[in-house]
């Protein structure tokens, strides 16, 4: 038994789940396991508490012993992965062994799945024919987005949910199937409370710093720090029935926000282009992008967020310094005295943008990406970032700053991207005027308004 | 058990390693679980297969009983994190509960220990006692970029080797001890070679039914495919010390790539954007884009390759109609009459950027990416893409395809954005030809050349 024994349990929830992930290429260590780590999270919201990951190579021995010794141990069973159309996906096989039944077609899959391939005009592959096959005993789970249907199945009185291990199916799955059972098993008695702040341009350390007497244990409200992606989030959360927890974690998540000022950007589902979409959507302003090195990147983030065409008209690629002069009226003097990438240079794509497109506000950025193009002067990293915006005057006016990131061309391109965000949404939240940025943050020259 | 039966092996490897990772903040979903996936890639280096990966809360009871229930399943059991000086670290703890001994205090780490505080003129914490406690027949491992040292135990013939979680110090730890160490366990008799072919625009399910006989389990090559970002996979792996194993594993990739020809666009690290980035560099030929749904994801993907700028100009972020009519020379009476999402804009946009920048090929793409916006005609994931290039005689010439893409709006943008790049590598592999797009991929109108 490698699962928790029957002792084990813990303070915050009576309801336990186990996650099982099937893959050999998770195993081989070719591929993180992100699926365990996100319905872990989804999990914890609904107040159920995971006794353990487990993670599996494409083995229907391994899967099925390990289905029936895990099941009896844990309240749910969540497997993801193995239900695909290959012939080394066996979950399917794997649960029916653990069931000890046989696998029949489930003639309802078979006829959706069918649709899907005669509404495209195509002939279905044999193979797609084992995906809609499941133990005699279970049901399937519809898969709007993807052709493996998942399975709900019962051993030894404990559910199991199988889902596709195609995080995006997986995640649409979780929402419209086990989400609603899970919840249905908790039945409300233990509820946990999760906020999350998420601050931008402040390093983990200095975040500790400020909240340090929010963040020791031992209360009913845990307080505690997550970095992805270059945002430092705030995760509080605290669990219970009284009525006095809620008051308490809603102060305390309040107090982390007013602490943490304007470098607290948003909350829970918030990114910062869904924030700055918003606040631009509430002013009727509109923007527009000017990108260098990071080759679409900004503009890429700001139309990820729904109802961005709201406020975002479009952008440049100015890849080539031909780009910049030619459709961004870029000095060609500028670029010859102070170089593509310079402060200069960022601030007359700017505002070559702005006057382009008659937006209210651009962003431009150019750097050094890397590996090559370094020099001693601007070494790999570099990167100029400017915010051009029509002033309460109907001028245009900018903001320019110089930055060293550290790190390979990925981390440089996506920290120069947040940066530029971050700019706009400091400028917007903060009556015009850009904060001190910190950390990894701080530019290295500040120049314009 | 949890862990493969006794049956279960494997033809690839006689020697198997569990991994065992310890920490409430990998349960709980708020750290992803990296340590596994490096040293199953170390592992395989050299010759050993991990069985499985198990991660388990900071619970006592729980890590003792997977340590003593998981360690006689395999030839070695590698465990991380838990070896802190805080509180909820126990690994320490439950390993001496698995083995049934007691801990003491090594005198050699205590020392080594109390001469780093000396060093710094710092007074050891009573908590860091605990870091040199050790079950009384395990021996410590030196760690000499922290304060944990790791532990060497043996549990019914099993080697189990404890490191701490920090990745850093882990990495360190793995290199100086337990590498070695596992390395005399395989006595350099098993090596593993593994080839990754990668494929767009077809099925999993059709890439398994076309290397069907391939994939057959119990051969010295395993077969195996993987989806990643709608990019297919075939992993070609072998391992042995048998010099026909070389010969048969080159056989199998090759044949592998043979079959899916035109759709098999690289290998190992290549991807579809390097490989475009490499054709038209060999060619001196130069690109632009023109997004609208896709926002900049296009040339974010191809800026992402060192190098780019040698064959990249740059682009237009066409969000807008007025952006589409203004810098494209989009006709409005083309938008009035068949929609800002049509292949005839698509078309359009295409031929302005080749107009414009006098690149030799521009890619253009525009859609509806959702949630909103979709029409009965036109329904959420319907995405037209123009190639437009230069031909044989200087003309403009294009290739225009009708998408429909399932899914919500990212997973709709990040198809868009490599069936647009699949376009392109198609035209530059095949002669100047877009063979018939499948799964899919597969376009419901195809015009142009």
């Known amino acids: ?222 307080v505690g720090t997550l970095v992805s992606d270059y945002i430092v989030s705030v995760r509080v959360r605290a669990a219970g029935a009284a009525p006095e927890i809620e008051d308490l974690f809603v102060t305390t998540a309040r107090t982390v926000e007013e602490r943490l000022g304007v470098y607290a950007f948003g909350r829970d589902e918030d990114t910062l282009a869904s924030v700055i979409v918003r606040r631009l959507a509430a002013q009727g302003a509109t923007l527009v992008t000017a990108e260098s090195c990071t080759g679409g990147l900004v503009g890429s983030m700001i139309t990820d967020v729904p109802g961005a065409s709201a406020v975002y008209l479009g952008g440049w690629v100015t890849y080539s310094n031909a780009f910049k002069a030619e459709f961004l009226d870029v000095s060609p003097e500028t670029i010859a005295q102070h170089g593509a990438v310079s402060g200069l240079t960022a601030d007359q794509m700017a505002i070559g943008a702005l006057a382009q497109s008659g937006a209210r506000y651009a962003l431009a950025i150019t750097g050094v990406a890397g590996p090559e193009g370094g020099s001693a002067a601007k070494p790999v990293g570099t990167v100029f970032i400017a915010l051009a915006f029509i002033d309460e005057d109907g001028e245009p006016s900018s903001h320019v700053r110089h930055f060293v990131f550290v790190g390979d061309r990925e981390m440089v391109r996506r920290r120069a991207a947040i940066t530029a965000l971050a700019m706009l949404q400091f400028h917007l939240a903060n009556d015009g005027t850009v904060p001190e940025m910190l950390g990894e943050f701080r530019p290295r020259i500040e120049t314009g308004a």
Chains 1, 2 share one sequence.
């Open 1 to 222: 038994m490698l699962v928790p024994p029957p002792s084990y349990h813990h303070p915050m929830s009576r309801i336990t789940a186990g996650i099982l992930t099937v893959g050999d290429e998770l195993t081989s260590g070719d591929r993180v396991d992100t699926n365990s780590t996100w319905l872990s999270q989804r999990l914890l919201e609904l107040g159920v508490e995971t006794a353990f990951h487990l993670a599996l190579p494409d083995d229907r021995a391994a899967i099925a012993a390990s289905i029936r010794e895990s099941a009896p141990r844990v309240s749910v069973l969540l497997i993801t992965g193995g239900l695909g159309p290959t012939e080394d996906d066996l979950t399917r096989e794997a649960l029916a062994d653990a069931l000890g039944e046989e696998l029949v077609t489930d003639e309802a899959a078979l006829g959706l799945l069918r649709g899907r391939f005669e509404k495209r005009g195509l002939e279905m592959p044999r193979r797609n024919l084992q995906q809609v096959r499941r133990p005699r005993s279970a049901a399937m789970l519809g898969n709007p987005v993807g052709t493996a249907p998942g399975l709900a199945a019962r051993a030894e009185g404990t559910p199991i949910y199988v889902m596709p291990g195609v995080p995006g199916e997986m995640k649409r799955m979780w929402a419209d199937h086990v989400a609603p059972a899970v919840r249905e098993l908790v039945n409300g008695s233990d509820r946990c409370l999760t906020a999350w702040i998420h601050t931008v341009s402040l390093a983990e350390s200095k975040v500790g710093e400020i909240i340090e007497d929010l963040m020791q244990r031992g209360g009913p409200v845990v």
